[in-house]
Structures are given as structure tokens and as C-alpha cells.
């Protein structure tokens, strides 16, 4: 299985809302990331995930909340959003972030969320 | 921020045609990939080259790499209708910790049947 895995496809939610992103992968991948990508812009790194542990947060706002509950696992929790967070946001796993030879990274559809 | 800049930003060629993007970045790398995205979707990838390395072939898909101008091209020969796509360079920055890919601002492609 060569597949990223992401849920929901879609996603409208109100400034108040709680809701949570889902990311799986069954490659045995230890690296797992979240991106962000606005329209006609290249994806932008949120965190990064080694080996179920929180290695890279780039400055990311808290009312994005990201979770891994295990290697195969990673979730991207929402809280009281604005409307310039709507975008593509894309999950990504990569085999082993210390070995830089091999982290080409594969990708999920993404999960396309718009705040009112 | 992304330290990857493409040009063109744009290319819009024929069926059959070859097609280069080009990409350049700041810092030194470990390695250097190319992306491909269809509309709206995930990115996929499609080759890596590593530092050492100058050239690499995958397919109609030939990469190169200069370090001493810090630039790389893609070039897609024999193009087809199903190349249309965004097509993003993406650097594997050295770095003490950690690795993070910093993407470039993309290459929009369509290839005109």
C-alpha cells in the first residue's frame, strides 16, 4: 500500500467550530507532515512529525493543533479558524527525516477547508 | 519561507514539444526533487536528485542539478495532453535537526492537444 489517506475530502466549518483532520499511511513511513496551500501557491510547511514526536512546528497559530496517535496515524485539530485559513491542506509521510537520501515524500489528496 | 524561485511561472506548449522549467535556490541542499500537482489535488512525486549528482533520467522526465549556481531544471520530452499539471522544485535543506522540503513557486504547464 502506497497510499496517503485523508478525511474529509471537504470541509465547511463556522469560526466557532471544533473539527479535526485525519492523515493515514501504511508504509511504515516514521515521518509524517502537514502542509498548507493556498491557491496558485506551493505548499507551506505547518508541522512535521519523527517518529510519533512533534519535531518541527513553523510558528503555526494554536488554534492549529496537530496529533499523532501513532505511526501510521496524524490528526490536525481546528479551533475558532479564521477565514484566511481556508485552503488545501495536504498530509504527507516520508520513509525516515534523518535520512535526507531518501525523503522523497508522498502525499494525500488533501482535505479542502473553507471558514465562513 | 520558500527560498525556491521557478521560472517560467507559466509555459504553454504543443502535444510533442519539450518542456524545461527551471528552479533556483539559496541554501545549500541535500537533495532536490520535483513535484507535480494535478488541479486542486496532491503532489506527486517525481524524481530526486541528490547533491553529488548533475543529471538524472526517469522516463521522458531528465533532471539537472548545478550546486555552484544553486539551479536545477526539469525537462519533460515528448510532451502530452495528460502532462498539464503544477510542477514544484522542492529543496531538502542541510540542517542540523529535522528535514523540511521548501517548494518553489511552481511551474504552471499545458501541453495543447
Known amino acids: 500500500d502506497t497510499e496517503v489517506t485523508q478525511t474529509p475530502k471537504h470541509l465547511v466549518m463556522g469560526m466557532t467550530n471544533k473539527k479535526s483532520l485525519k492523515c493515514e499511511q501504511h508504509m511504515g513511513h516514521r515521518a509524517m507532515y502537514w502542509y498548507k496551500q493556498k491557491a496558485k501557491k506551493p505548499p507551506e510547511l505547518m508541522f512535521v512529525y519523527s517518529y510519533e514526536k512533534l519535531s518541527i512546528n513553523e510558528s503555526v497559530p494554536s488554534r492549529f493543533s496537530p496529533e499523532c496517535p501513532n505511526s501510521s496515524l496524524l490528526n490536525l485539530h481546528l479551533h475558532a479558524l479564521q477565514p484566511e485559513d481556508s485552503a488545501l491542506y495536504l498530509c504527507?509521510?516520508?520513509?525516515?527525516?534523518?535520512?535526507?537520501?531518501?525523503?522523497?515524500?508522498?502525499f494525500g489528496p488533501g482535505t479542502r477547508l473553507t471558514v465562513l | 519561507s520558500q527560498q525556491g524561485e521557478e521560472d517560467p511561472q507559466a509555459l504553454s506548449i504543443q502535444e510533442g514539444e519539450n518542456a524545461t522549467m527551471n528552479c533556483s535556490y539559496k541554501t545549500s541542499i541535500n537533495n532536490l526533487q520535483w513535484y507535480r500537482q494535478n488541479s486542486g489535488r496532491g503532489l506527486v512525486h517525481l524524481i530526486l536528485?541528490?547533491?553529488?549528482?548533475r543529471e538524472k533520467h526517469s522516463g521522458r522526465l531528465r533532471v539537472t542539478l548545478d550546486t555552484s549556481k544553486k539551479s536545477s531544471s526539469l525537462l519533460i520530452t515528448a510532451s502530452r495532453a495528460a502532462d498539464t499539471a503544477s510542477y514544484f522544485c522542492a529543496t531538502d535543506e542541510e540542517q542540523t535537526s529535522g528535514s523540511r522540503l521548501t517548494f518553489g513557486e511552481g511551474t504552471q504547464l499545458t501541453v495543447n492537444p
Open positions: 504527507a509521510s516520508s520513509q525516515d527525516e534523518e535520512r535526507t537520501s531518501y525523503n522523497e515524500q508522498f
Open positions: 536528485i541528490r547533491s553529488n549528482e
